[in-house]
């Protein structure tokens, strides 16, 4: 990620990015391998942990009020050019009562060896090496050759990010092919055969779970915003003005211009609106708001910044703000290394998570006829979808950042959350 916006570029000028955006896609079905493996990435549902025994469901719990806690998201996330498998599992309690409290919601971490990475790691070593002696051998052999073309073999250990995990860090090595894949799948993946366990009912489960996939995190400049909306029949003058139409609409004047501009952020991807999650191992959190405790201390000084900002054009840059501290966020326990930032959930999560879908006996709840749902349950639903229900049933966080081992140390391990809760627009 850029470190800032180029001098003199518009406040909705956006950096690169080097996120991943994962979107739901679709139900996984019942019975199916995908539900108990860990090289698997999907929303609601039991997590499956390369372990031979899943952890307690004693222990998978809402620190606040004792109960054990359902899986937002299982993501698995082997890091590029890593010997190891990586699964990040993401909880948090649903009682009303847990809301903005501390510990309602906790994230582990698994990382196991994997030998078919250690191979591939070890065999994209020797590669390197051999090509890097053939080309020595030939430069002394004939010393007129020396910046002609290179064969094709030597680029894809070039530097700039492009090596052969480049494009796909979620896809095991094993099937990451050598030319990257436009849209990284993360359920078409190998799965090892070393040993698992899925954790199991009663645990309450989201049901049915639900694959995610990943694409890059993509920002149209401002002038393409709105060229690939769905809608052709519009101009791009009329998309652009029904846009900002839209903008004004949700942020009257006053709101909180951090949670504008994540809210824009999230919106403008391209194709990616959708997103639920943002992946970005050692990148920069989209901070949420500007009065919450948690933004003032990943990002020390940036709602200052933008309170004290003047012009329009003038938006202070998040990532150069993005100072955690050590005391906030604490190093790995197992191995000492320091936490980074992995992963963000963002709220358009909860709902496809709806409490109604909770269930503790591995299936599917049954499904209320409209005589069954009482008249009561109907507005509430209503009234949640609608985003009015203030208190009650339901998960109110806004933003959930997870800070992970950077290390990437085997073992299981419970890692590091901060929570930003939901933003009012009162
Ligand atoms: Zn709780
Ligand atoms: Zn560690």
């Not at 406040?11 to 690169?16: E, K, V």
Request: proline share 11%; glycine share 8%.
């Amino acid at each position: 990620m850029s470190p800032s916006s180029p001098a003199g570029s518009s406040s909705s000028s956006l950096p690169d990015s080097s996120a991943l955006l994962a979107l739901p896609d679709g139900p996984i079905s019942a019975n199916h391998a995908d539900r108990t493996s860990y090289a698997i990435s999907l929303i609601g549902g039991y997590p499956t942990f390369p372990l031979s025994t899943p952890p307690l469901s004693s222990d998978l719990v809402c620190a606040s009020c004792s109960a054990p806690i359902p899986l937002l998201a299982q993501v698995y996330c082997p890091p590029e050019g890593g010997e190891n498998d990586r699964t990040l599992y993401v909880f948090a309690c649903p009682n009303g009562g847990c809301q903005r409290k501390e510990g309602s919601v906790r994230a582990w971490r698994a990382s196991r060896r994997n030998d078919e990475y250690v191979a591939d790691v070890e065999k994209m070593r020797a590669e390197k090496e051999a090509e890097e002696k053939r080309l020595a051998d030939e430069r002394r052999k004939n010393p007129f050759t020396m910046g002609a073309a290179q064969p094709a073999g030597s680029a894809l250990f070039g530097g700039g990010g492009g090596g052969l995990f480049g494009a796909n860090l979620f896809a095991a090595p094993a099937s990451a092919p050598a030319q990257a894949q436009p849209v990284p799948e993360l359920s078409n993946l190998s799965i090892s055969s070393a040993s698992t366990s899925t954790l199991s009912p009663p645990h309450p489960a989201y049901q049915p779970p639900q694959y995610l996939s990943t694409t890059d995190e993509y920002l149209p400049p401002p002038e393409e915003v709105d060229l690939d909306s769905d809608d052709d029949e519009q101009s791009p003058e009329e998309k652009a003005e029904w846009r900002d139409e839209r903008f004004e609409q949700l942020f009257p004047s006053g709101v909180d211009p951090l949670f504008e501009r994540f809210v824009k952020r999230i919106s403008e991807a391209d194709g990616a609106g959708g997103q639920v999650l943002r992946y970005d191992l050692g990148g920069v959190p989209l901070p949420y708001s500007t009065t919450s405790s948690l933004t003032q201390s990943l990002f020390p000084g940036l709602p200052a910044a933008c309170r004290a900002q003047k012009a329009e054009d003038d938006d202070p840059s998040p990532s150069t703000f993005f100072k955690p501290s050590s005391s906030l966020v604490p190093p790995c326990p197992r191995c000492a290394a320091p936490r980074v930032f992995e992963l963000q959930l963002v709220p358009s999560l909860i709902n496809h998570l709806s409490p109604e879908t909770l269930s503790t006996t591995g299936e599917k709840a049954p499904k209320k006829g409209k005589s069954a749902q009482s008249e009561e349950e109907r507005k509430k639903e209503l009234a949640r979808l609608a985003g009015e229900e203030a208190g009650g049933e339901g998960m109110e966080w806004g933003s959930i950042v997870v800070f992970g081992c950077k290390g990437d140390c085997e073992g299981f391990e419970e890692e590091w959350v901060g929570v930003e809760w939901e933003t009012t627009l009162a």
